[in-house]
């Protein structure tokens, strides 16, 4: 583009020189050579004129197409504007997916922790429910024991029922011998009387022994039946908290999977931003190059029209009128 | 033989729900039930024979004699051994009440809640706080019973 102007300043000189030139042989001859020298003087003239009409074409051309550059350069530059909002637009999106990304991948992080407390739990909780069952056994055995001592002491309260029995029938003879004797006997029914007293004694003890035997054996079969209650809902707690442990630790292994995901997202997300830093920054050059080149185009506008002035007014002072056929008005200006 | 009005020593017993007394005068012993041994031939109320301490005697079912409701044997039961004319007898009661002495009226007739089937198996009424109870007389009771051989038991005086 430098050159452009260099040329047409130079072409400026030309002209001027040649407008210069032209006056002073025209004075000379005028003075000089007459006619003749008239003559050829007009055929330098026409020839002049016919450079003259080439250049005032020539720089209507170049104007015609310096003002091509300047709307095409305007659009250019317009469209560079909204290529660089688009760009700024998608960087931002970027820059909130980059974000989102490490959002995600906090949070998984966080998920994590909390998977892991959560197995530390289902592993307490199977430990609580071992010792559960250990503790549900030892019970049982205890209750084991406490039945046999039970079923003993039953043992010997029937035991003492029919001895209590015995006595009373032993007693019952006793007095029927005694009703036998008659008065003499009359002693011996008072003894016998006695002895069936200590048997009635013997048999109702005996009988309030195996009550409470009874009752201690109810309660013994329903500690029993709680035990093994307590002992099949450890072990159902126990497996809970094993497949609880399971589903957790899978859920531990699709969260890390989640989190890598994340990380290379937001990897990806850091590296679209950066590229969109850099296009936008490119647009940015490009539209200060547009812009200059906008300038630069709209200074040899500038110049094209000052040289088509130029031109016309040295058609002017060569032909004595215009381009147009007007007559001339005055001397040729620079 | 039918006792006068006085106190008698009575063996009082529970047969098939219903209270009834022994005199003392005809009972040897009371004790527990021993399994029978079915002997074929005897009538109903002849459960079989019993050992007692190596003497074989019948066992009655007191309560068919009295055509009263006679449920199967059961371990809970007690044998009244009773000493008829030189021979003994034994006799199924459910409880054993106890001796007393009581006054004893002569039967008459049905006592209220208490059907008596065979009223010549009684010797009387004992007055009892709680209600009449009927007198039995073992000799009565065990009257026409043919054992074996074709011995059949003293009616008693």
């Not at chain 1, 009387?193 to 009550?211: C, I, W, Y």
């Not at chain 2, 009424?125 to 039995?136: D, H, N, T, Y």
Request: charged share 20%.
């Amino acid at each position: 583009m430098l050159s452009i102007r260099a040329q047409i300043s130079a072409f400026r000189w030309v002209a001027l020189a040649l407008t210069a030139v032209m006056l002073a042989i025209a004075a000379v001859m005028a003075l000089v050579l007459g006619r003749s020298f008239a003559r050829l003087f007009e055929q330098l003239r026409s020839s002049i004129l016919r450079t003259a009409r080439r250049v005032d074409d020539l720089v209507n051309q170049l104007a015609a197409v310096t003002a091509q550059q300047t709307s095409a350069a305007s659009e250019e530059s317009s469209a560079l504007h909204e290529t660089n909002a688009t760009a700024a637009d998608v960087g931002e999106a970027a820059a909130a997916s980059a974000t989102r990304a490490a959002g995600l991948v906090e949070r998984g992080t966080r998920a994590e922790e909390g998977a892991n407390a959560g197995l530390e739990t289902v592993a307490s909780a199977v430990g609580a429910s071992r010792q559960l069952r250990e503790q549900m056994g030892t019970i049982g055995a205890a209750i084991g024991a406490l039945s046999e001592r039970a079923a003993t002491i039953g043992e010997i309260a029937s035991t003492v029922a029919l001895l209590a029995e015995r006595s009373n029938l032993l007693a019952l003879n006793a007095a029927i011998e005694a009703a036998r004797a008659g008065t003499q006997g009359r002693g011996f029914a008072v003894v016998a009387q006695e002895m069936r007293g200590l048997a009635d004694g013997s048999n109702r003890s005996a009988g309030q022994v195996k009550t409470i035997i009874g009752e201690i054996q109810s309660a013994i079969a329903r500690a029993v039946a709680d035990t093994r209650e307590g002992e099949r809902r450890a072990e159902n707690a126990e497996a809970l908290a094993n497949r609880a442990g399971e589903s957790i630790r899978k859920f531990v292994d699709v969260t890390a999977e989640v989190s890598l995901a994340g990380k290379e997202i937001a990897t990806s997300a850091n590296q679209q931003s950066v590229a969109i830093e850099q296009m936008v920054e490119s647009i940015g050059h490009a539209t200060q190059a547009g812009n200059t080149q906008l300038e630069t185009t709209k200074q040899v506008q500038e110049t094209a029209r000052q040289l088509r002035q130029l031109s016309a007014e040295m058609l002017q002072v060569v032909t004595g009128h215009d381009a147009r056929g007007a007559p001339a008005v005055g001397p040729a200006g620079s | 033989m039918s006792a006068p009005e006085e106190n008698t020593e009575l063996l009082f017993v529970e047969i098939s729900g219903a209270r009834f007394a022994f005199p003392t005068a005809g009972v040897a012993e009371v004790m527990p039930l021993v399994e029978p041994t079915a002997v074929p031939g005897w009538p109903s109320f002849g459960l079989g024979l019993i050992d007692v301490r190596g003497a074989l005697f019948p066992l009655i079912d007191v309560s068919a004699v009295l055509s009263r409701p006679t449920p199967p044997i059961s371990p809970s039961q007690f044998i009244v051994v009773i000493d008829v004319g030189g021979r003994r007898w034994g006799l199924l009661v459910d409880l054993v009440d106890g001796v007393r002495s009581a006054l004893v009226r002569p039967f008459s007739g049905l006592v209220p809640g208490q059907a008596l089937g065979a009223p010549e198996m009684s010797r009387g009424m004992a007055i009892e706080p709680q209600g009449p109870v009927v007198v039995l007389d073992p000799e009565a009771l065990v009257r026409g019973f043919e054992l074996p051989g074709g011995h059949a038991a003293d009616a008693g005086q």
